[in-house]
């Protein structure tokens, strides 16, 4: 089974260190599994919802003063100037470039690779600009929920 075929369940830390399931969701599906039955789980904190869609209203906003066509392609650009990429080895020795999913990130690498973005934007793409200024300019697009 690969791995994106395996569910994924979301659950909360209990103060006595205890894993409860997050939804009715979870709720359900761990309920497949026989009391007893021993599962494997690879843990991590997702991203942070808020800082995702940030993540992307910054990113309409810079690539609307670049060169780039929409911010798909600026956050392709800023994968690779990041060396967020995985080295692909052709049979001709030739290496392809292949940048990474932002979704295999947990809540502190796509922190780390938000600040490290908006260096990059602010440095290369909208040179001069303070990063609190085109937060703010993202957050203001933002649609109140």
Known sequence: MARRDRPTLFVRVTDRNFLVPESSYDAERLSRY???TVLEAALHEPRNRSLNGLFWKVMEVAAENSDYPDSEALVIAIKIALLYVDEIRQFDGGVHIQPRSLSDMDREGFQQFY???LSVICSHIMPGTD???LEDEAK???KPR
């Open 140 to 142: 203001a697009r933002m």
């Open 131 to 133: 990063p609190k200024d």
């Open 34 to 36: 026989k009391p007893g």
């Open 115 to 117: 600040n490290e973005a």
